[in-house]
């Protein structure tokens, strides 16, 4: 690639995939052809990431720069980083680690507490932990709001006015893992927290290239 010309750069826009914002990431792939294209690339592809050929293409299309525009699990969270890495093509944004500690608000909490940077309090649920209602309100307040751990934008939030809101107004077992449950910001001025279910969790994450596998969690913070 280096050297290289904008006229003979072949050029990989990913887009698409499997995620909640499917249709989004779609949008903005062909939104980022376009612009490439304005900006002197002729070679350039939008491809489909959800696409059952989709790695046989990238190994064997010859391209020399990947331009991910995904969004959500499986772009944003180290996931199609680690496949550019394994295929040894180069790839725009943040590397396999830092997408999947950013991805995950759980780990993200933890490296922004660990840097000394203020976070809101917080809970975290793996599938199959018990729901305790009262020591939720007792950490985040009546009020607060439930949001994927891994999910981009707004997707999958809600807002929990009162307990008999919640999923279950006595300790049970969880069995998905969608939501997470935030502190009311009444409770902690312009900073509220936020209670993350875990889509998949960070470890598994990492190494599913190794050893790919599911693996659903709650966190509450």
Same mark, same amino acid.
């Not at 990989?12 to 499917?22: D, F, I, K, P, Y």
């Not at 502190?183 to 936020?194: G, I, K, L, N, T």
């Given at each position: 690639m280096p050297g290289k010309s904008l006229e003979n750069m072949h050029v990989a826009v990913l887009a698409g995939g499997h995620s909640a914002e499917r249709e989004i990431s779609l949008d903005s792939g062909k939104n980022v052809v376009v612009a490439l294209k304005e900006a002197g690339y002729t070679s350039v592809e939008l491809l489909d990431t959800a696409a059952d050929d989709f790695m046989v293409t990238m190994a064997n299309g010859g391209f020399d $720069?990947?331009?991910?525009?995904m969004h959500g699990a499986g772009g944003e969270d180290g996931a199609m980083?680690? /496949? *550019?890495? =394994?295929?040894?093509?180069?790839? &725009?944004?943040?590397?396999? #680690? /830092?997408?999947?500690?950013?991805?995950? @608000?759980?780990?993200?909490? #933890?490296?922004? /507490?660990?840097?000394?940077?203020?976070?809101?309090?917080?809970?975290? #649920?793996?599938?199959?932990?018990? $729901?305790?209602?009262d020591h939720i309100v007792e950490v985040c307040g009546e009020r607060c709001f439930v949001k994927p751990a891994v999910n981009g934008s707004s997707y999958g939030i809600s807002l929990v006015h009162e307990?008999?809101?919640?999923?279950?107004?006595?300790?049970?077992?969880?069995?998905? !893992?969608?939501?997470?449950?935030?502190?009311?910001?009444?409770?902690?001025?312009?900073?509220?927290?936020?209670? %993350? /279910? @875990? *889509? =998949?969790? !960070?470890?598994?994450?990492?190494?599913?290239?190794?050893?790919?596998?599911?693996?659903?969690? &709650?966190?509450? %913070?």
């Amino acid at each position: 690639m280096p050297g290289k010309s904008l006229e003979n750069m072949h050029v990989a826009v990913l887009a698409g995939g499997h995620s909640a914002e499917r249709e989004i990431s779609l949008d903005s792939g062909k939104n980022v052809v376009v612009a490439l294209k304005e900006a002197g690339y002729t070679s350039v592809e939008l491809l489909d990431t959800a696409a059952d050929d989709f790695m046989v293409t990238m190994a064997n299309g010859g391209f020399d $720069v990947a331009f991910i525009a995904m969004h959500g699990a499986g772009g944003e969270d180290g996931a199609m980083q680690g /496949a *550019m890495e =394994t295929l040894g093509i180069p790839y &725009t944004a943040s590397g396999v #680690l /830092a997408s999947a500690c950013g991805a995950d @608000k759980e780990v993200s909490k #933890l490296l922004y /507490a660990k840097a000394g940077i203020p976070i809101a309090p917080g809970l975290a #649920l793996e599938v199959g932990d018990e $729901v305790d209602i009262d020591h939720i309100v007792e950490v985040c307040g009546e009020r607060c709001f439930v949001k994927p751990a891994v999910n981009g934008s707004s997707y999958g939030i809600s807002l929990v006015h009162e307990p008999p809101s919640c999923p279950g107004q006595s300790p049970r077992r969880l069995s998905t !893992a969608t939501k997470c449950w935030s502190r009311s910001a009444s409770r902690v001025p312009r900073s509220p927290s936020a209670y %993350t /279910a @875990k *889509m =998949t969790c !960070a470890p598994c994450r990492l190494s599913r290239f190794v050893s790919p596998r599911t693996a659903s969690s &709650t966190i509450w %913070t």
